[in-house]
């Protein structure tokens, strides 16, 4: 007796699967000359008997897989998978954090970026700090999109304290997302170039990634997830300890921040600066400080932290 099951492809274009013409569809088709295979925008119908239903299931699975974690398919991929009898990664770089949109291999650019993905595997908490540039929210961000890729978190949450020149969210047009969205454009300019911009809204609105201004943390417990609180040498030392302590089972929590742009008020201390100098010799914690060696921007922006930096150490 023939069965009916229907697969509907979901956060990439449909294109990126079934190929120009369904010249990749045809490929799996022949693997499974025993069924009827039609495709009809993002649906799949496949009709034939159960066991057979299962085997193009499984391998449906591995292909989506290889197109979400690598953000390409090609027919060759295809043949190898099919081929295989589980998902291959042949030709995967172990230096690769993400395979970005349109081929971006997003790697490790620096000895202190090196530093960090492995205090990052050791450690469910890293502290970064670093001048602009440095890549230290990239870097953070890449690792977040590889543990939610790898299965390892059910989800990202980003989020920043709304300190900038001191500005208030408040005086902002706009619902809270309009409001905070300004504050953290660095943080979607990195997820647009790692994930496909159809799976980025489709995760933003199911909140599998959550961007939410620090305040809003208060009260709560994060469970199983990646969390990256950036900019946090805005932090006053009670908004670090409230977000430390939202720390929950299977966390995994990466707090990046200049030392540099503090933009507190005088009479407030940074409770990034406490927690990099009162956390430093807890195992479990790890503690990362880039430097000029790290910026990757123009090779005029090195030289200009260092310029002011000299300039700072002059006038004291």
């Known amino acids: 007796m023939s069965l009916e099951k229907e697969f509907i492809i979901q956060g990439f274009d449909p294109v990126a699967f079934l190929g120009v013409n369904n010249a990749k569809l045809n490929l799996i088709k022949k693997q499974f000359p025993t069924l009827k295979i039609i495709s009809r925008g993002e649906r799949i119908k496949v009709i034939g008997e159960k066991q057979e239903i299962s085997s193009f299931e499984e391998k449906y699975d591995e292909l989506v897989m290889h197109l979400e974690r690598f953000n390409s398919l090609s027919e060759s991929d295809i043949a190898n998978i099919l081929d295989a009898g589980s998902e291959n990664n042949e030709g995967h770089d172990p230096s690769v954090l993400v395979y970005g949109n349109k081929g971006l291999r997003i790697i490790p650019r620096t000895a202190g970026h090196k530093t960090l993905v492995k205090a990052s595997e050791k450690n469910d908490l890293v502290l970064v700090s670093g001048p602009a540039g440095t890549g230290k929210t990239y870097t953070a961000v890449a690792l977040a999109v590889r543990a939610l890729k790898n299965r390892e978190v059910r989800r ?116 990034f600066i406490m927690a990099m100098k009162k956390l430093k010799d807890i195992e479990g914690i790890g503690i990362v400080e880039l430097s000029t060696k790290d910026v990757i921007r123009h090779r005029l922006v090195k030289k200009i932290i260092n310029a002011l930096e000299e300039y700072g150490d002059s006038s004291r």
Not at 193 to 219: C, F, Q, S, V
Not at 222 to 229: G, K
């Open 156 to 271: 990202i949450v980003l989020t920043r304290p709304a300190v900038e020149a001191g500005e208030s969210l408040g005086f902002l047009p706009g619902d809270m997302r309009d409001k905070l969205d300004p504050y953290m454009q660095p943080i979607y300019d990195a997820l647009y170039d790692m994930l496909p911009p159809k799976k980025l809204l489709e995760y933003l609105e199911a909140r599998t990634i959550e961007i939410a201004p620090l305040a809003y943390m208060r009260g709560r417990t994060l469970d199983h997830a990646f969390v990256i609180l950036d900019e946090a040498q805005n932090t006053t030392e009670n908004q670090m300890k409230m977000f430390l302590t939202r720390m929950g089972m299977s966390a995994r929590f990466m707090i990046t921040g200049d030392l540099t742009q503090v933009d507190l008020p005088h009479n407030k201390r940074s409770g």
